[in-house]
Nanobody
Framework: QVQLVESGGGLVQPGGSLRLSCTASGSFATINTMGWYRQAPGKQRELVAS????????SADSVKGRFTISRRDNAKNTVYLQMNSLKPEDTAVYYC??????????????WGQGTQVTVSS
């Protein structure tokens, strides 16, 4: 049983910062990619940032220069999303996503339960 456990959401004023964390646990062979998506009310879920096993990072243009994705140094099953200079339009439910190698031949995508981020004065 694989679980993605998220933490770190909350209410913050515009210009403030938050850090989200996500830890993958359970039975899997490899972590191919871990990252964060978000979904605002009435909008589609969108990629915020992801990090591949080789360390390559992909991020949305709207967050570049403000958000940083990273991995815990001694445990690559944990990723962080440092969010700075938050704007009201960053308000959304943020979901952790992981593509995990479940066997040597197959991989599967998993989702966390989501954590609310609200940016408001």
């Amino acid at each position: 049983q694989v679980q993605l456990v998220e933490s770190g959401g909350g209410l913050v004023q515009p210009g403030g910062s938050l850090r989200l964390s996500c830890t993958a646990s359970g039975s899997f062979a490899t972590i191919n990619t871990m990252g964060w998506y978000r979904q605002a009310p009435g909008k589609q879920r969108e990629l915020v940032a992801s990090i591949r096993r080789n360390g390559a990072i992909n991020s949305a243009d709207s967050v570049k220069g403000r958000f940083t994705i990273s991995r815990r140094d001694n445990a690559k099953n944990t990723v962080y999303l440092q969010m700075n200079s938050l704007k009201p339009e960053d308000t959304a439910v943020y979901y952790c996503n992981a593509e995990l190698g479940v066997t040597i031949y197959t991989s599967r995508a998993y989702w966390g339960q989501g954590t609310q981020v609200t940016v408001s004065s």
